[in-house]
Structures are given as C-alpha cells and as structure tokens.
C-alpha cells in the first residue's frame, strides 16, 4: 500500500469518529416516504385491531389487615402469629393469591357455568379429532388408541379448574405502602362481574381465616383431650406405685422425707461422740501424769488438776493456817510446851486430810477416765448402727423421690393440659377476624382496558420508530455508493464530479443532447465540472486519451463519455471512440447506421480512418464507432493496431475520449487502459455494490494503471447527501447548456 493510499485511510478513520448530523438528516429523508407509509399502514392495523377488541373492566377492593395478638387467651402453643413481623403482610398476600380462596370463589359465584370462564369450545377439538382418527384409519400401520369418554363429574370437575386458573389470572393483589391495606383488583369484561370477583375474594379471604381458626380450635381441643386421657392414666399409676412404695417398706411420708430423724439422730449421736472423745483425751492426759507420779504425794499435790482443785485448795488453806499458828507459837514456847504440841498435831491432822483428799482425786480421775473410755466406745457402736440405717433409708430415699417426681411430673403436666383445654373450649365460639372490607368494589363506569387511543398513539409512534430504523439498517447494510465521502473513504478515489439523474416521465435513456438544453441545466453544469476536474488532474499533458469505464452495464458509462466529449469539444478538437466492442451503444445514440465502419475495421485495416470517422455537427465532435462485432475484440484492442490508432488520434486530436466495457464483464477495459493517459470510473448512485466497485478498480491497479478518479452518476438530488452541497448550486448561479 502506498503512503498516500495510507495517510488517506488514516484520514478516514479519523474522519469516522466524528457524528455526521447531517448524514442522519439525509438518510431520513431518503427514506422519509417509506417511513411514512409504514407508520401510516401499522397504525392503521392496530386501529382496526384495537376497535374490535372487547373492553375490559376493572374493579377493586380494599381489605384492611388489623393487627391483634393470637394469643388472646394466653395460648401461645394453639396458633400463634406475629402480625406485627413484616412477612405476616406478605402472608396474607400469599393466601389470598391461594388456590384454595380461588377455588371457594369459583363456588360461591358459580363461575364454573358463566359462559366468561368456561373452557374453550370442543367444537375445534372435534374437529381435529376427527381428522385424526380418518388419517389413522387410512393408514393401517398407525396404532390405535382407545377412545375415552369423560363422565359428567369429569367435566364438571374440568370446568370447575378452567374457572380457578381463569380467575387466578384475572386478579391482582397490591399491597398498599406503609399501610396494613392489600388491595385486590379483578378484571372481566363485565364490570358488574369484576366488582363481584374483587368483592368476593375479600370475603372468602375473611371467611377462610375465621373457618381456619375454628379448624385450628377444633384440632386442638381434640389433641388436648386425647393428651389429657393419657396423663390421667399415667397419674395413676405413678401415685399407685408410691403408695405401694411406701406400704412395702413400711415408711411414713414426712415432710422432709424419710431419712430425716435417722438423719437428725445420726447428726446428735455424732455431736456426742466428739464431744466424749474431747473429754477422753482431757481425762487420758490428767490419768497419765498421776500414773507417772505413783505415790508421791508431793508431786502429785503439784499437778495443776490437783492444785486448782477446790477441795485441795481447801485444805491447803488450812495447812498454811496450821504453819502459820505453829510458826507464831514456835517464837514464844519450846517445842514440849502443850500449845505447842497441840498445834503441830493440828497440823499433821491437816497434812493427812489433804493427802486423803489427793488420794481420793487421784481415785477420780481414774473412775472418770475409765467412764469416758466407756461413754466413746458405747457412742461408737450407736454411730455405726446408725450409719448403717441411714444408708439404708438413703436408698429407699432416692426410689421414693424418683416415684414422687414421676407424680409430680405428670401431676403438673395434667394440670396444665385442663388449664389449656379449660381456656380452649372458653375461646371455641369466640371468632374474631384478622380483616375487613375497607372500600368495596363497585361496578366501573369506563373501561380501563384497551386504551385506544393510547395503544393507536404507541403504534404510530413504534412503528415511526421503527421505520427510522429500518432505514437506518438498509442504509448500513446498504452496500453501494451515494455520496463524496462514499467515494472518498469507502474506495479510497478522488471525486471527479457527479452527474445528476435526469427526472422524465418515462423510463428512457438520457436525451443525446441534453447537455445543449437549457432545460437540463443541472446535468450540463455537472458535466463542466467533471471535465474541469479532469483538466486540472492532467494539466500538463498535451494531448489526452480518456478511458471512460464502469463496473457493470447500465452505470451510465456511455452517457458520460458522450457528454464529457461534448463538454471537452467546446474547448478544442474531441473525438469519442467506442471500444465497448461487445455491446456497441455509441452509434445507436447518435443513429448512425449499423453498416458504418468503425473501430474493429480500423483496427482489422479494411477501412480507412476517414471511411470510419463521423462528425457530429452540433457538437462538433468526431466520432468512431463500434464497426462490425468482432469474434475477437481482446485481441484487436490489445494489438499494435489499436495503440498506432490511438496514438495517431493524439496527434490531431487535443482529446481522445474512448468508451469501453464494463470491468466486471471482461478485461477490454484494462487492454485499452495501457495505451490512454486517463482512466475515468462510472459509479451508479446507490446501486454498484462496494465490493464489485474495488474489484474493478483494483484490476486497474494489477495492470499499473491507477484510476484518475471517480464520476457518480445518476445522482438524486432530492435524496443524495450531497443535494445540501450541490442542489441549489446550478440554479443559483443560472448556468444554461450554452454558457
């Protein structure tokens, strides 16, 4: 690729992200009419749709969900539902959507027999049937099947289910926002009809609660008589097992159960069994010093039990009152003196009273000691004995409290299973709603659907909107060229000019001189242009040969090379060659007769140069045509013949114009090419096809030939995007066919 060629492409890439308005503009107007009429034709079918269709009516309730506690009589476990929870709404919307209220409805207005909501006619179904069992029959290899009758209960029950799922269809429930309102629309096309369902539906809602909570009641005063019967039985018979309890081992039941004086008197014989332990060791420890000391009454009277006992401490007194008497008398009398005698025998009788005294204490504490070795072991033995009936008693304690419990247990369970039934059978005919009609429905005075005039308007404007489109999708999918920036970005080629399409009553070809009437200023000012473009592309050459082509018939190649002849003959000497050797058109259009010479005679020398020439006076144009169909025409336009011919008319002519075949028919176009200077490509508007454009251009360029540009042909103004750049442009100017 070339760097031109590329800087080109990039330019166009650029140019792409740019939104074109204008190009939007056109299009829509290109196929403004069609639209239209699409718009028009739509509307005009939903209209007639719309009118035939049968109005519906609907009609709504309001229901009013009151919050209450369910447990209005302290019964939790017999129903119990939150309505203060959020889902509790969406509950009772559930329910009334139900099949089951659907269903009491159907019933209750008998909707099963309204012809509304009957199932379709068998008469079609017949029909059918029918036709099927002929085919089987025709055909014998089919298996048979056994007809099967429905019975009248079978239909019934089918109309029955026809009518729920019908009415389920044709109702609505709404729940109001921030409210505890549900409100439930119905639909029919009867409006008395449709406030009868809404009005229903609410009242068998209502119905429905209050027969659930009578089921609810029922079913649970039937648990709890049957619970209670068993607990009965289950009380009695843990009550005959205590008492037997009680009659097999012979005991009383106290309050505190019947280990409790066994206990009492096992915790008092315990108390005195420390206690004559405490007095054991005391009387051991006093037993013990007296048996170490034997008979020494001195050491003995020094024991603090015998020293601070009062009876010691008694004769002690007197002992010291007796020395304190001798000691007194000692200092007045000797020793024989009678008062003297008398006193030391008071005092020897005193010292064997106090050693009497010892020894009696001594004889006490050991009857004492051996007392309280005794008193232990008797509390021991009572300890064990007691011990022994405790453990005992213990064991019958543990039975008799696993017997109590099982009474009390089911004592408890007995009394509550009353109480539950008790507060059941009070609340059995209390029936309170959870719901009120609000606002019931009443008949409505106007349809509310179809809306006709809505549904009419939406048609016109869907299909106004599809139409736009649907040109916008022909004109994507839309593959050939209409416009400069066609040319430009889709083939990459310079635009030489484009050439108006001529608007006549009948469908014929381009008048010949056209381009000389004023009538088609238009079309001669556009071929001006084109050969002033070509004029400046080529303005140093000399001498040209211009190769005008196309890439299938019927572009409008031929006119093209016989206007631009016309065009490039009011400057200098022209003359027009046609070597489309194949479908000769150049000779017919200026009626020239099929015996004149032409090219393939030149070129094939049985006739002269001046035998073939023929000169258009008006124009002023000389003129080749075909000549005789050749067999070979490739052959005579890729020969010496035809490139000293061509050469030769460069030399007296300032312009060659040569009119060949089409690209896509056969390669004459590229023969000829390698002896012109110029090669001009015809392009129909909005016809060719992108793809077949570049194949022939691109075979231009496989033989080193390039294109010198573009000429867009038959170009409708009125439609074209270019018609805002170029439609008003001749008219303003006033260009004629003669200026």
């Given at each position: 690729?070339?760097?031109?060629?590329?800087?080109?492409?990039?330019?166009?890439?650029?140019?792409?992200?740019?939104?074109?308005?204008?190009?939007?503009?056109?299009?829509?107007?290109?196929?403004?009419?069609?639209?239209?009429?699409?718009?028009?034709?739509?509307?005009?079918?939903?209209?007639?749709?719309?009118?035939?269709?049968?109005?519906?009516?609907?009609?709504?309730?309001?229901?009013?969900?009151?919050?209450?506690?369910?447990?209005?009589?302290?019964?939790?476990?017999?129903?119990?539902?939150?309505?203060?929870?959020?889902?509790?709404?969406?509950?009772?919307?559930?329910?009334?959507?139900?099949?089951?209220?659907?269903?009491?409805?159907?019933?209750?207005?008998?909707?099963?027999?309204?012809?509304?909501?009957?199932?379709?006619?068998?008469?079609?179904?017949?029909?059918?049937?029918?036709?099927?069992?002929?085919?089987?029959?025709?055909?014998?290899?089919?298996?048979?099947?056994?007809?099967?009758?429905?019975?009248?209960?079978?239909?019934?029950?089918?109309?029955?289910?026809?009518?729920?799922?019908?009415?389920?269809?044709?109702?609505?429930?709404?729940?109001?926002?921030?409210?505890?309102?549900?409100?439930?629309?119905?639909?029919?096309?009867?409006?008395?009809?449709?406030?009868?369902?809404?009005?229903?539906?609410?009242?068998?809602?209502?119905?429905?609660?209050?027969?659930?909570?009578?089921?609810?009641?029922?079913?649970?005063?039937?648990?709890?008589?049957?619970?209670?019967?068993?607990?009965?039985?289950?009380?009695?018979?843990?009550?005959?097992?205590?008492?037997?309890?009680?009659?097999?081992?012979?005991?009383?039941?106290?309050?505190?159960?019947?280990?409790?004086?066994?206990?009492?008197?096992?915790?008092?014989?315990?108390?005195?069994?420390?206690?004559?332990?405490?007095?054991?060791?005391?009387?051991?420890?006093?037993?013990?010093?007296?048996?170490?000391?034997?008979?020494?009454?001195?050491?003995?009277?020094?024991?603090?039990?015998?020293?601070?006992?009062?009876?010691?401490?008694?004769?002690?007194?007197?002992?010291?009152?007796?020395?304190?008497?001798?000691?007194?008398?000692?200092?007045?009398?000797?020793?024989?003196?009678?008062?003297?005698?008398?006193?030391?025998?008071?005092?020897?009788?005193?010292?064997?009273?106090?050693?009497?005294?010892?020894?009696?204490?001594?004889?006490?504490?050991?009857?004492?000691?051996?007392?309280?070795?005794?008193?232990?072991?008797?509390?021991?033995?009572?300890?064990?004995?007691?011990?022994?009936?405790?453990?005992?008693?213990?064991?019958?304690?543990?039975?008799?409290?696993?017997?109590?419990?099982?009474?009390?247990?089911?004592?408890?369970?007995?009394?509550?299973?009353?109480?539950?039934?008790?507060?059941?059978?009070?609340?059995?005919?209390?029936?309170?709603?959870?719901?009120?009609?609000?606002?019931?429905?009443?008949?409505?005075?106007?349809?509310?659907?179809?809306?006709?005039?809505?549904?009419?308007?939406?048609?016109?404007?869907?299909?106004?909107?599809?139409?736009?489109?649907?040109?916008?999708?022909?004109?994507?999918?839309?593959?050939?060229?209409?416009?400069?920036?066609?040319?430009?970005?889709?083939?990459?080629?310079?635009?030489?000019?484009?050439?108006?399409?001529?608007?006549?009553?009948?469908?014929?070809?381009?008048?010949?001189?056209?381009?000389?009437?004023n009538k088609f200023h238009q079309f001669s000012e556009a071929v001006r242009t084109l050969?002033?473009?070509?004029?400046?592309?080529?303005?140093?050459?000399?001498?040209?040969?211009?190769?005008?082509?196309?890439?299938?018939?019927?572009?409008?190649?031929?006119?093209?090379?016989?206007?631009?002849?016309?065009?490039?003959?009011?400057?200098?000497?022209?003359?027009?060659?046609?070597?489309?050797?194949?479908?000769?058109?150049?000779?017919?259009?200026?009626?020239?007769?099929?015996?004149?010479?032409?090219?393939?005679?030149?070129?094939?020398?049985?006739?002269?140069?001046?035998?073939?020439?023929?000169?258009?006076?008006?124009?002023?144009?000389?003129?080749?045509?075909?000549?005789?169909?050749?067999?070979?025409?490739?052959?005579?336009?890729?020969?010496?013949?035809?490139?000293?011919?061509?050469?030769?008319?460069?030399?007296?002519?300032?312009?060659?114009?040569?009119?060949?075949a089409p690209t896509q028919a056969v390669s004459d176009a590229m023969v000829v090419s390698?002896?012109?200077?110029?090669?001009?490509?015809?392009?129909?508007?909005?016809?060719?096809?992108?793809?077949?454009?570049?194949?022939?251009?691109?075979?231009?360029?496989?033989?080193?030939?390039?294109?010198?540009?573009?000429?867009?042909n038959q170009v409708d103004l009125r439609k074209s995007d270019v018609s805002e750049r170029?439609?008003?442009?001749?008219?303003?100017?006033?260009?004629?066919?003669?200026?």
């Amino acid at each position: 690729m070339s760097i031109k060629m590329r800087d080109q492409l990039q330019a166009n890439i650029l140019d792409d992200e740019t939104i074109d308005f204008a190009h939007y503009w056109q299009v829509f107007k290109r196929y403004a009419g069609r639209i239209i009429v699409l718009a028009i034709l739509f509307t005009l079918l939903v209209a007639l749709v719309v009118m035939k269709m049968t109005p519906i009516y609907s009609a709504t309730a309001s229901l009013l969900i009151e919050s209450q506690p369910a447990n209005v009589m302290s019964i939790e476990e017999i129903y119990k539902s939150d309505t203060t929870r959020k889902d509790y709404m969406q509950t009772q919307y559930e329910i009334i959507q139900s099949r089951q209220v659907a269903s009491r409805a159907v019933d209750e207005l008998d909707l099963a027999n309204d012809p509304v909501f009957m199932p379709p006619s068998d008469g079609g179904i017949a029909i059918l049937n029918k036709a099927k069992n002929w085919i089987k029959s025709a055909i014998p290899f089919l298996p048979k099947q056994e007809k099967t009758e429905l019975t009248e209960e079978q239909r019934a029950d089918k109309r029955r289910q026809a009518a729920i799922n019908k009415l389920m269809r044709s109702i609505k429930v709404s729940l109001v926002d921030n409210t505890q309102v549900i409100e439930i629309t119905a639909i029919s096309d009867s409006p008395q009809l449709a406030a009868q369902i809404a009005n229903t539906m609410g009242d068998v809602y209502i119905e429905n609660y209050l027969q659930a909570k009578v089921d609810m009641t029922t079913k649970a005063t039937s648990f709890l008589t049957e619970s209670m019967d068993g607990l009965r039985d289950k009380l009695a018979e843990a009550e005959k097992k205590l008492s037997e309890f009680y009659e097999d081992n012979q005991l009383v039941n106290l309050s505190n159960g019947v280990v409790g004086l066994t206990a009492e008197e096992l915790e008092q014989l315990s108390d005195q069994l420390i206690d004559a332990q405490t007095t054991l060791k005391q009387n051991r420890t006093i037993y013990e010093q007296t048996q170490r000391n034997g008979a020494d009454y001195g050491a003995l009277a020094r024991l603090p039990e015998v020293l601070n006992h009062p009876n010691i401490q008694s004769v002690r007194r007197q002992e010291a009152a007796a020395l304190s008497r001798v000691s007194e008398l000692s200092k007045v009398y000797g020793a024989k003196h009678p008062q003297m005698v008398a006193a030391n025998a008071e005092l020897a009788s005193v010292r064997d009273t106090l050693q009497t005294q010892i020894r009696d204490l001594i004889s006490s504490i050991t009857t004492q000691f051996r007392a309280a070795q005794e008193r232990v072991a008797t509390l021991q033995e009572e300890v064990s004995t007691v011990k022994a009936e405790y453990r005992k008693l213990s064991n019958l304690e543990n039975q008799r409290r696993a017997l109590q419990r099982d009474v009390d247990i089911n004592q408890q369970l007995y009394n509550s299973m009353f109480t539950r039934l008790k507060e059941t059978s009070e609340i059995g005919g209390f029936e309170s709603v959870n719901a009120r009609i609000l606002d019931p429905a009443v008949p409505p005075n106007n349809p509310t659907a179809p809306n006709k005039s809505l549904l009419i308007g939406a048609a016109l404007v869907v299909s106004f909107g599809f139409g736009v489109l649907l040109a916008f999708v022909l004109e994507a999918l839309n593959s050939g060229v209409r416009s400069v920036d066609d040319v430009e970005k889709k083939l990459g080629q310079r635009m030489l000019g484009l050439i108006p399409i001529l608007v006549q009553k009948r469908k014929e070809d381009v008048p010949l001189r056209a381009f000389f009437d004023n009538k088609f200023h238009q079309f001669s000012e556009a071929v001006r242009t084109l050969r002033t473009s070509l004029s400046l592309i080529n303005i140093e050459k000399q001498n040209q040969a211009i190769l005008v082509t196309s890439s299938v018939p019927k572009e409008g190649k031929t006119t093209v090379s016989i206007n631009l002849a016309f065009a490039l003959g009011q400057l200098d000497k022209t003359i027009l060659i046609d070597a489309d050797l194949r479908r000769p058109a150049v000779g017919k259009r200026f009626n020239v007769p099929n015996y004149q010479p032409g090219l393939s005679n030149l070129t094939m020398k049985t006739h002269s140069l001046d035998e073939c020439l023929v000169h258009d006076e008006q124009s002023g144009i000389d003129l080749i045509c075909a000549g005789s169909i050749p067999s070979n025409p490739q052959e005579l336009l890729a020969g010496d013949g035809f490139r000293a011919l061509i050469n030769y008319l460069k030399k007296h002519y300032k312009y060659v114009v040569v009119d060949t075949a089409p690209t896509q028919a056969v390669s004459d176009a590229m023969v000829v090419s390698k002896s012109c200077d110029s090669v001009i490509y015809v392009v129909r508007a909005d016809s060719t096809s992108e793809k077949m454009i570049k194949n022939g251009l691109g075979r231009f360029l496989q033989v080193g030939h390039r294109v010198d540009g573009v000429v867009l042909n038959q170009v409708d103004l009125r439609k074209s995007d270019v018609s805002e750049r170029y439609g008003g442009f001749y008219d303003q100017y006033g260009y004629n066919a003669h200026s």
